[in-house]
């Protein structure tokens, strides 16, 4: 039964289905878009994650499936600089240090 429900989700693309109640094709993978949380939830959210100690198993885990992640290279046109994309977004881009100094 899981294996019929899995062929179906991949056929209809359940995932990248806006329509779609199911946010993931039957790998148990599920995506975190859509609502968005409230402020209430997110207070709860941290609230519970402060001071959560993960174990070094869970940690080694982490790092190896981000190991070898490639970013969008992306360059800054205030001051020419190239780099990932998360970085230059949190550095550069309006808030260039150059940007007030050209």
């Not at 993931?24 to 001071?51: A, I, Q, Y």
């Not at 205030?78 to 050209?102: I, P, S």
Request: with cysteine; charged share 35%.
């Amino acid at each position: 039964m899981i294996e019929l429900e899995t062929e179906i989700l991949d056929c209809v693309d359940a995932r990248n289905d806006q329509r779609s109640y199911n946010k993931h094709n039957g790998d148990g993978n599920f995506t975190v878009t859509g609502k968005p949380k409230s402020e209430e939830h997110k207070s709860k959210l941290r609230k519970w994650n402060l001071g959560r100690k993960m174990s070094i198993d869970a940690r080694a885990k982490m790092s190896e499936v981000r190991t070898g992640k490639i970013h969008k290279l992306v360059i800054c046109p205030h001051c020419g600089k190239e780099g990932g994309d998360n970085n230059m977004y949190r550095y550069h881009f309006e808030k260039c240090k150059t940007l007030g100094n050209l």
